[in-house]
Nanobody, 128 residues
Framework: QVQLVESGGGLVQPGGSLRLSCAAS????????IGWFRRAPGKEREGVSCISSVEGPTYYAKSVKGRFTISRDNAKKRVYLQMNNLKPEDTAVYYC?????????????????????WGQGTQVTVSS
């Protein structure tokens, strides 16, 4: 059974940093693409960043490009999202998602429905 558990969220001041972690179990991790999505209050879930099954191709939403970095450690079955220079508009619940599709990471990130398995989410609040 696919299980994804996010951690690392919290309250941070604008300009600060957080590192989210997604721990995976129950599936062949290195054969799955992983995505980070977020849902801000009153908004739809949106793709933040995605990474292919074999660490290589990555995709970032325009709003986070240059500030966020996605990475994966297949040996530890973890995916990370390093978030720097955080802004109030980054406030949201952040979700980790996994799927075995081999589509391009940009296409995967374009729609949450492209991912079959989801974690419970971790809250990120950026506020002074």
């Amino acid at each position: 059974q696919v299980q994804l558990v996010e951690s690392g969220g919290g309250l941070v001041q604008p300009g600060g940093s957080l590192r989210l972690s997604c721990a995976a179990s129950g599936f062949t991790f290195d054969r799955y693409a992983i995505g980070w999505f977020r849902r801000a209050p009153g908004k739809e879930r949106e793709g933040v960043s995605c990474i292919s099954s074999v660490e290589g191709p990555t995709y970032y939403a325009k709003s986070v490009k240059g500030r966020f970095t996605i990475s994966r450690d297949n040996a530890k079955k973890r995916v990370y999202l390093q978030m720097n220079n955080l802004k109030p508009e980054d406030t949201a619940v952040y979700y980790c998602a996994a799927d075995p599709k081999t589509w391009s990471v940009q296409v995967m990130c374009d729609n949450p429905r492209h991912f079959a398995s989801w974690g419970q989410g971790t809250q990120v609040t950026v506020s002074s």
